[in-house]
């Protein structure tokens, strides 16, 4: 398989957007050991390329590795997209954990991504502080953070969304999301025109009726008429008005005059 072009227009575009978002959130400090915890898809895949690019260019010396959990779902293949991100030059490692087993057997609903996505980051966030990894780089969209946004307010009651940068709650690792500014349909757009090898997730097939497939086309309905929304979403993310909102844990109501 030919290199992919880092110079790609789309490339570009993205990679400034990484380089942004890191600086607006000191995601990255000198002489950090940060993993990309890959799991075969675009994202993820992208994020490892582009920030392995940025990498190269910084002032700051870091390195970067990528981490992929093998967990045990029929048909998963990882062996094309192994050697396409080592001939990329990245570092890559494998853990291997059945979840898969785990998961059919608890979960009686068909909807399984909640089990496996909280013993997949267990697992990730183990490895990462068994080998001294100082920062988790997830890879995470725009788009990802709007749909968390809305299914916590719609469904959960509270106003939060996935933060750029998050301490664990045991305290043990940093978990950044440097792609916290770029558009899914960018992501989508470079990954066919680069071709690279994709893993499929197996295990959950589309599931149809998951709450974030609904926000997802709730967003690309409200985009058809408010084409600026998904960047207009996140900067209101970063503009909260405590005062104009109801918590009072945030804002003293009663000592208003």
């Known amino acids: 398989m030919k290199p992919v072009n880092r110079d790609h227009p789309l490339a570009v575009k993205i990679r400034k957007?990484?380089?942004q978002a890191l600086s607006d959130y000191n995601m990255i400090a000198h002489g950090d050991k940060v993993m990309i915890c890959v799991s075969g898809g675009k994202d993820s895949s992208i994020l490892t390329i582009l920030l392995e690019e940025i990498r190269k260019r910084a002032e700051?010396?870091?390195t970067i590795?990528?981490?992929i959990l093998d967990q045990k779902q029929?048909?998963?293949?990882?062996?094309?997209?192994k050697n396409w991100?080592?001939?990329?030059?990245?570092?890559?490692?494998?853990?291997?954990?059945?979840?898969?087993?785990v998961v059919k057997e608890k979960v009686t609903t068909g909807v399984y991504c909640s089990l496996c996505s909280k013993m997949?980051?267990?697992i990730l966030y183990d490895y990462a502080f068994e080998n001294k990894y100082s920062k988790m780089a997830l890879g995470h969209h725009r788009t990802d953070l709007i749909e968390t946004t809305m299914l916590n307010m719609f469904y959960t009651g509270n106003v939060s969304t996935m933060p750029a940068k998050l301490r664990s709650d045991d305290g043990r690792n940093i978990v950044i999301r440097p792609m916290m500014y770029v558009a899914e349909s960018d992501l989508i757009q470079l990954a066919t025109d680069w071709g690279f090898p994709v893993i499929p997730c197996n295990l959950c097939g589309s599931q149809e009726g998951m709450k974030r497939k609904k926000m997802k086309n709730l967003i690309s309905e409200l985009e058809k008429e408010i084409p600026n929304l998904?960047?207009?979403?996140i900067t209101a993310l970063q503009n909260v008005k405590p005062s104009h909102?109801?918590?009072k844990n945030l804002y003293d109501f009663e000592k208003l005059p």
């Open 85 to 101: 991100l080592e001939s990329e030059g990245i570092e890559f490692h494998m853990i291997e954990k059945d979840t898969y087993s």
């Open 60 to 62: 700051i010396k870091f």
């Open 230 to 233: 998904s960047a207009s979403f």
């Open 17 to 19: 957007q990484i380089t």
């Open 245 to 247: 909102l109801l918590d």
């Open 74 to 81: 029929p048909g998963f293949d990882v062996m094309n997209f």
């Open 120 to 122: 997949r980051r267990a």
């Open 65 to 67: 590795a990528s981490v």
